[in-house]
């Protein structure tokens, strides 16, 4: 239903009250001055001003606003359009070939969950006056009461989250009404790409009417983004499970656990997202949540990290000490090449420090047998580059060693690899260390 929009209102508003006022002006001196004197006279270029101030202003805005025919608004109820794409949405669910089409794509292809959040939410694109680019997106959902899991999704959308969220509402913006845009990386705009060519695909073969494009398409958006949601949920609910959590456990127990059992901070957080999702039957705002979870994770993962180096240090029989590499990273360079020396004792060679014989560019050596290993270590918070491998390999040949190694807790550059592939040079990075000191 359309209706007379506020700004015409407000034009003719101020139109009727200039003209009104410039009446009473010339009637009051008309009155006054019933013959033509003087002062009659003087008072005609008053009141001829005062009409040009007061009405013609709003006259040429009047005229401003009929030619861009903005007379009359269409938005006269906010959930009409959340209703209309929830009625999509049921009649998409009942179609069996949707849903199947739906769920294996999502299997296939890894959309943006971020984005994918705000694919299918109903905005109004407020734009500038004078520049004709998006200024805002105004949430077009009031006190929903109709129940589904659709209409209960959109519950948990305010303004507030659609503002902080500008960049992702233009992208979809223009995704939704087919226009090239720039933001984000190519990744993201071509897994949208095949999104809208699924779509396209479904109305040409007839599984999806043309009609009512843009709400149809939210609607198919909202199922992406729901089997995709619960695609992940379900991934990282296996790792509780196989760990003995469920949603009946504490976040503390959660995190213990997976950080006890060698998962990274990154599958600790996305466990305990999908927990909560899976406690809310996945309607919930899930980057969001995976957002909180994050500060949550990083403040109880420092704590457990401090409390297990401390405890190591504790211990006087070091046999049952167990080093992580999140141990190592607090280690300085010297305490790095101790740490070295004694894992390869562990490991059952006979390692010494190279420091009292002048190094040479090898920090240990490690020997088993006929084997001798001249090694360097790197404790970094950078990439490792090619120095470390010239060194050690000259350093090797002074010490006459049948072996040499470079060992850091970080990563080694392209060219550094490819240098120590050529002179026989065997490199640990990061990921071979954390192996290995499963083995001590």
């Known amino acids: 239903m359309k209706k007379i929009s506020g700004k015409f209102i407000g034009c003719l508003v101020y139109l009727c009250i200039g003209v009104f006022i410039s009446l009473i002006y010339i009637l009051c001196a008309a009155t006054n001055n019933l013959e033509v004197t003087e002062n009659t006279m003087s008072a005609i270029p008053s009141a001829i001003l005062l009409t040009c101030f007061m009405v013609l202003p709003p006259l040429i805005w009047l005229i401003v606003i009929i030619r861009k025919k903005q007379v009359y608004t269409f938005d006269d109820d906010k959930n009409e359009i959340s209703i209309k794409i929830d009625s999509y949405v049921n009649e998409f669910i009942q179609n069996k070939n949707i849903v199947t089409i739906i769920k294996n794509f999502v299997k296939t292809n890894g959309i943006n969950l971020q984005i994918l959040e705000f694919s299918f939410v109903p905005l109004k694109k407020i734009t500038n006056m004078w520049t004709k680019e998006e200024q805002s997106y105004e949430l077009k959902v009031n006190n929903l009461e109709k129940s589904s899991d659709y209409l209960a999704q959109l519950k948990l959308y305010n303004q507030n989250l659609i503002d902080n969220n500008f960049t992702i509402c233009t992208f979809i913006d223009k995704f939704l009404n087919n226009t090239h845009t720039p933001l984000f990386n190519e990744e993201i705009r071509n897994s949208f790409n095949k999104l809208s060519k699924l779509y396209n695909s479904l109305i040409n073969q007839q599984i999806v009417l043309q009609d009512d494009y843009i709400n149809r398409l939210k609607a198919f958006m909202y199922l992406v983004y729901k089997y995709s949601k619960e695609n992940i949920c379900k991934e990282y609910e296996t790792i509780a499970i196989n760990n003995g959590l469920s949603v ?178 065997v490199l640990w990075d990061r990921e071979v260390l954390k192996e290995k000191l499963k083995e001590i």
């Open 248 to 425: 009946e456990n504490t976040e503390y127990e959660i995190i213990k656990r997976l950080f006890n059992n060698g998962y990274d901070e990154e599958t600790i957080i996305l466990v305990l997202t999908s927990l909560n999702s899976k406690k809310h039957s996945y309607i919930d705002l899930f980057m969001a949540n995976k957002t909180n979870y994050e500060n949550i994770v990083n403040e109880q993962l420092k704590d457990l990290k401090e409390k297990q180096t401390i405890d190591n240090l504790l211990r006087e029989d070091d046999s049952t000490i167990r080093y992580t590499i999140d141990d190592i990273d607090l280690m300085s360079g010297a305490d790095f090449e101790k740490f070295i020396t004694y894992m390869f004792n562990k490991l059952g060679y006979k390692a010494t420090n190279t420091k009292l014989s002048g190094d040479q560019g090898v920090d240990i050596i490690a020997e088993r047998g006929a084997e001798k290993i001249a090694i360097q270590t790197k404790c970094y918070s950078q990439v490792v580059g090619n120095s470390a491998v010239q060194e050690v390999y000259s350093g090797a040949k002074f010490y006459n060693a049948t072996k040499c190694m470079v060992i850091t807790n970080s990563y080694f550059t392209k060219s550094a690899k490819q240098l120590a592939k050529s002179n026989n040079v």
